[in-house]
């Protein structure tokens, strides 16, 4: 992966200057452009180990994603190209088409037929060119989601990669609810975000509650400040808010979570997540 070359001649001598602002809520020429390069070096890729799976994947679009007639896809000896007529086309919502993008990378990842350094490959292509147009998007577990730091990202993607299933699950439906498109599930994230914290707790202490769990990993050998503990149950208080109706049914109006708080409730539940493993492996 080639490195980003920066702060050319121009922007030197102040002729020129880049852009910090990060882009949402649109998809630019470059951007479309980036990932149609993306998928064009996967597919180049693609022809030392099977020729069909470019075919494969538009096939796919055209049944499940685009719901069409089979009958339709072909056309003689030819197959109707899917993936890059959708992202050029000027007449299709910008979050249609990541979630086009997002389908293929789910849709690809339970192939248990197809190697997953190539999808790896894929995504890490994507994320090195939405980082460098300053695009908020990035792929995170085979999913679409906004990051704000590429540092956040990095716990997220550590928090997932070595957790068990149970936390994994948890967290991958985090993802899943803030990642909606165009209108994400605070809510649920923010629920599955402290479960999966929840979680964690649980397996290291073997009790059956987050307060009992963060009570006993003192006495498991996990040294944790109980202002630590505090600030998890702080969350964990929160969730359970009246006026949220979060991991439990609402009781009452005046309070609706923001993409912004089920953001950072994932990014630090993640980083919670990270600093017990750490700690845990110390002891």
């Not at 951007?31 to 149609?36: G, P």
């Not at 086309?89 to 086009?100: A, E, G, T, V």
């Not at 498991?220 to 979060?246: A, C, L």
Request: proline share 2%; charged share 30%; with cysteine.
């Amino acid at each position: 992966m080639f490195e980003h070359i920066k702060n050319l001649f121009s922007e030197r001598k102040g002729f020129a200057s880049t852009s910090n602002i990060v882009l949402r809520d649109e998809m630019s020429e470059e951007v479309k452009n980036a990932i149609l390069s993306c998928y064009c070096r996967f597919c180049q890729s693609l022809t030392y180990t099977s020729r069909t799976i470019p075919q494969d994947i538009d096939e796919e679009l055209w049944i499940h994603f685009l719901n069409k007639n089979l009958r339709d896809f072909f056309d003689g000896s030819y197959y109707t190209p899917v993936f890059e007529p959708y992202i050029v086309d000027d007449q299709i919502i910008w979050y249609q088409k990541l979630d086009m993008l997002e389908y293929v990378c789910r849709w690809l990842s339970k192939r248990s037929n197809f190697g997953s350094n190539y999808l790896n490959d894929f995504e890490k292509s994507l994320n090195f060119e939405f980082e460098r147009l300053n695009y908020g998007y990035r792929i995170v577990n085979h999913m679409v989601t906004d990051v704000t730091s590429e540092e956040e990202l990095k716990s997220i993607e550590m928090a997932i990669e070595e957790s068990k299933d149970n936390v994994k699950e948890h967290l991958d439906k985090a993802i899943e609810n803030y990642s909606k498109r165009p209108d994400p599930d605070c809510r649920n994230s923010i629920k599955e975000s402290i479960t999966a914290v929840e979680a964690v707790c649980r397996q290291l202490t073997g009790a059956d509650d987050l307060n009992k769990a963060l009570k006993q990993l003192n006495e498991k050998g996990i040294p944790i400040h109980e202002r630590f503990k505090d600030g998890i149950r702080s969350f964990y208080n929160f969730t359970n808010q009246e006026d949220t109706g979060i991991r439990h049914a609402l009781m009452k109006e005046g309070y609706t979570p923001s993409k912004a708080e089920a953001y950072f409730m994932l990014v630090s539940c993640s980083a919670f997540i990270n600093y017990l493993r750490m700690i845990n492996a110390k002891s």
